[in-house]
Every structure is written in C-alpha cells, then in structure tokens.
C-alpha cells in the first residue's frame, strides 16, 4: 500500500491524470450524484448543452466510488476524498478480485494453497489487472468480479450457489453488456445440467434469483416513465421479459419435469428456448447493430479508430501477443484437461462438467477477442488464470511440482509480455498518424489554460472532452459516448472549411477550440478534409475569427477563443 501512494500513480491521480477517459467520466457521474443529480438522471448535463449527454451507465457501477467517496469525506473533505477514492477503489476491488478467483479454482482442487496460486497468477495477468490499477474506476473491474462470483456459483452445485449466481449475472448485465456473451454460456449450460440430471433444487433456486435481481437491476436502471422503452445497449424492457420468459418457463419445467425421462426435459428446454424467441422478437430493437445511434461518419473517422472496437487478430502483433497469447495456451490446455477427464472412467462426478463449463467460457471469450472485439481480452484473460491455477494445483497434488512447474511455463500470463518486449526491441512501434510526441493531453496542468478562461463551451475533437470536463469548469460538445449528439456537431465544424465552420461555431454558441496535439484524431479528422477548419488548424493557420490561448510547457492542449 505505500508503495502505491509513493508510486507515480499516486501523483497522477492527484493531478487528475487518469488512466482512461471512462474513469473521468465515472468520476464526474459520481460527484454529480453525490452534489444531487437525480438517481435516474445520467446525463452529463455540461456535455452537449443544453441537451446533455447520455451516458448510458447503471448508478451499480457508480457505488464503489461513491461509497469510498462518502466513508472518507468527514476525515478530508470533498476535493481529497474524491482523488483518494477515485485511487484506492480500483485497488481494493484487485483484492476481491482476487479473493473470487482462489474461490473459483478452490471448486477445482479443494487445496489450502490454491487460494495463493490463484491470487498471484491473477495479479500477474495484465489484461484483467489493468481494470483495478488505481483510478481505473469504470465498471469493467466490477463486471470481471461478478463474473467470477457466477462461475463460483454454478460450479458449487448448491443452494447459496444457485442464489449468488443468479445475483451476480443479474448485477453484470445491469451494470453493461460486456459480459452477454459468457451470461448466455452460463444461463445455457445451466439449463442443458438439468436437461441431463434433472437437478430440479439447484435450477429452480438459480432460476428464481435470476428473475429476481435482473427485474431490481431493471427498477435500478430504469426510471418508470421509461418502463416500456426497449434499449439494446442497457438493461430495459427488451431484455428483462425474454430472461423472465426463460426463467419462469424454466422453473415451473424445474415443479413439473425434474423426475421425469431426459427426452423429456429437454423437450421442455426447447419449449421454453421458443417462448424466448418469441418474446425476443416483440422487440426489433435487439436487432439494431451496436452503436447505432452514431452517424455513418462518426462511425468511419471515430469509432473505427477506437482500439478497443477491434478484434485482436486486427491490432499490432505486440498486442495480439499480450493480450491473446495467453488465453489461447490456456483454450488448448482446457481442452486436453476436458479429454483427459472424458476418458478417464474414475473421475469425479462433477469434474467433467465442471471443466467443461469453464473450458465453453473462456474458448468462447478468446474466440470473441480475436474476431469481434478485443476488449473481451480482460474478461478471457481473467478464466485463463483460472485455468492455469487449476492446473497448476491438481497436476501439483497428484504429478509432483516439477510436472506444474512445467505445465505453468506454457500457461503463464508473464510469457506474452516478455515475448511482446522483445518484439517491440527487435521492431519499433510506429504510427499510421503524425502525432506530437513528448507533451501531455490529460490532468490539471495540460487543461490550464482552458481551466482559466471565463465558463464556456468548448468544441472539440472526441477525445478531448472527458478529460476538459474533469479538470476544468468548461462545457464541452463532444466526449467518446455513443449516444452523444454534440459529437456530430463537433465533427462538423471541424471538417468544414474555416468560413462555413463559423457559423456552426456561431449557431451553437461556441466559446472556444481545443485539441490534443498527440490525438490521432486531428490528423483522421484533416485527412478526410483537407481543406477543413482541423487541417488549418494542425498547420498553424488561424482563421482571423481565432485568438490562440497561450498554453504552459509540456502541455499538448491547444485553445483558441472564438473573438466575438
């Protein structure tokens, strides 16, 4: 612990330099909520105004912060309470995190060091680490916890199990989507479990608790003017009545069918997997393509661009190798244990079953992250440590060290990031953009100069916008949300040409400009037009109607005042 508030992570959040743009913003919903924002009200009411910007996010996400916020302000007051917590949060979650992962692996080898194996492969895996260095205070840590605490729960085969299942899928989708996918594995091989043993208590327990909780996640999320409307990028009448169809349907079959014929219950799950249909299909909303609510445009020059939106099997080989290589060891590793098992005629009863439901859920995130998008990396990353601790502890009882040694050495997580670091030694990053180098565009002293100017509203490239908000008492149009209107209008301005760019700037009462000179949005932005207001900009030519503010040493933030 004092090691990380000597560290320079320590500084960094005391100048509110944080490690992603999502961590700004919960930190801004969080002390909106505290100043007396309504519950239900998630607009970013100083992005986009007067209309604010939808943020989209469960207040579930916003309670660890807020909570570490409330204990610590009567011992320091709002301001160092918010950086303190803001701090330690993201680390006190690293140790839940890792107290749920000896949890998991102890359901495989039932061994007193289990609990520490697992502990120290997990905080020595990078894509699941990342999300509780400190002040990595968006959701996804929590989702990765909860994750976790299910997976404990199937494979516990009980009563408390069943219910915590239940509660911790119905708090992961209610805090985001990001965990759908291995929701769906759990709530499918519950379901196929019984279908084959007809374990009716355990079903009807886990069935109950999903419905349960995911109907409170829907009255947490959802405000009851909105009752009826269908999202599909948060918890809503969409989602809630299909679960609810599945789980009543699969609870009465739990009342009716547990000590009838195999055939029979699973003609049951196919009963109930139609009423899911047709339930589903009520609302076309599911339908839509993530992300729709973004224009064509924003959609080409920004959200292509954002990293994280990409498959792995897209990204630069050094993070393909760190954040793929792992879990693809651990995938073929799973898959030889679960053969191992099929074979052996003196497993244990659960073992197979066991093995095959962690092996269904970390092949099934490993093939997401490399062809869909790469930010599943974390939640693959996170069972491939399960993976490789289990291993570890059973081929440790029953082969000796030497044979888990060895296994570990090919399903270790710190493999990947030294075979990355000799790639990038051997083959230097470069950069499709000309970017500037050697200055900063996040915390107090980069966003200075705009801090100082009298309140206005800034327009802005996407990436931009988050961090102003956090460090300055500005508005701003545009920030990297989704559902933001004012970042079309943002864009706008800056792809016109510097005389039709005014009056956008005029009609929506633009103060002043700001850029990221390290952004690689500037450079996207002027290549798609170079006779742009941006591309006027990056090369030093100043419309008449902009007044350059003078910005501090070091920082990579540049305003100009819009002259009245």
């Known amino acids: 612990m004092l090691a990380r508030i000597s560290s320079p992570d320590w500084a960094k959040v005391m100048q ?16 909106a909520w505290l100043h007396g924002q309504g519950f239900y009200d998630l607009l970013n009411h100083r992005l986009n105004p007067p209309n604010g910007g939808d943020i989209h996010w469960s207040r579930v996400g916003d309670l660890p912060l807020a909570f570490a916020e409330l204990v610590l302000r009567p011992f320091m007051g709002e301001i160092q309470a918010e950086k303190i917590g803001a701090f330690f949060t993201p680390v006190f979650l690293g140790g839940i ?28 895996t990078v894509g699941a680490m990342t999300y509780f260095q400190p002040a990595r205070v968006d959701h996804h840590g929590l989702q990765i916890i909860f994750a976790l605490l299910a997976l404990w729960g199937l494979l516990s085969q009980n009563k408390k199990g069943a219910l915590v299942a239940g509660l911790a899928i119905a708090l992961s989708i209610t805090i985001g989507f990001e965990t759908v996918p291995i929701v769906a594995v759990m709530i499918i091989w519950a379901a196929l479990v019984w279908g084959v043993r007809g374990n009716g208590e355990f079903t009807a327990i886990f069935t109950l608790s999903l419905a349960f909780f995911v109907i409170c996640g829907f009255l947490i999320n959802v405000s009851p003017q909105n009752y009826l409307i269908g999202q599909n990028d948060k918890l809503s009448i969409a989602q809630v009545l299909p ?18 014929s195999t055939r029979t219950r699973f003609i049951a799950l196919v009963v109930i997997g139609i009423a899911v249909i047709l339930v589903a299909v009520q609302f076309p909303i599911l339908l839509e393509k993530p992300y729709y609510q973004t224009s064509p445009l924003l959609h080409k020059l920004w959200l292509n661009a954002v990293t994280e939106t990409h498959p792995l099997y897209k990204a630069r080989p050094e993070t393909s190798i760190t954040l793929g290589f792992f879990e693809v060891m651990a995938s073929i590793a799973v898959a030889i244990k679960i053969f191992i098992l099929w074979r052996d ?10 093995w095959l439901l962690l092996g269904a859920i970390l092949i099934s995130l490993t093939l997401l992250a490399f062809f869909w998008q790469l930010r599943m990396a974390g939640l693959a990353q996170t069972f491939a440590a399960v993976v490789a601790a289990a291993l570890f502890v ?15 050495v090919v399903v270790n997580p710190m493999v990947p990031n030294m075979v990355a670091n000799l790639y990038n030694k051997a083959k230097p990053k470069t950069s499709n953009y000309a970017i500037g180098g050697g200055v900063s565009c996040k915390g107090v002293k980069a966003f200075s100069a705009l801090a100082a100017l009298p309140d206005g509203l800034v327009a802005s490239h996407i990436d931009f916008g988050a961090q102003a908000l956090l460090t300055t008492n500005q508005k ?50 002027s290549r798609e037009s170079p006779n742009g207001l ?4 990056v090369n030093k030519k100043y419309p008449e109607y902009l007044e350059l503010v003078p910005s501090p040493n070091g920082s990579g933030i540049v305003i100009w005042k819009v002259k009245k």
């Open 16 to 31: 509110w330099i944080v490690p992603d743009n999502d961590d700004a913003m919960r930190i801004l919903e969080v002390r």
């Open 97 to 124: 995190f890792a107290i749920c992962l000896g949890l998991v692996v102890s359901r495989f080898e039932k061994e007193p060091f289990s609990y520490y194996i697992s502990a120290f492969l997990g905080l020595l």
């Open 243 to 260: 679960i609810l169809a599945g789980s009543v349907g699969l609870f009465l079959s739990t009342l009716l069918f547990s000590y009838t």
């Open 345 to 354: 005629k003196r497993r244990e009863e659960m073992a197979l079953e066991n």
């Open 394 to 408: 059973t081929i440790l009882k029953n082969q000796g060290l030497l044979n888990a040694l060895l296994v570990l």
């Open 476 to 525: 701003v149009l545009a920030a990297p949300y989704h559902r933001n209107q004012g970042n079309m209008v943002a864009y706008s301005i800056f792809l016109a040409k510097p005389d039709e760019a005014l009056k956008i700037i005029r009609s929506h009462g633009v103060d002043y400009l700001g850029l990221c000179t390290k952004s690689a949005e500037t450079e996207i932005i």
């Open 534 to 537: 941006m591309k006027q900009l």
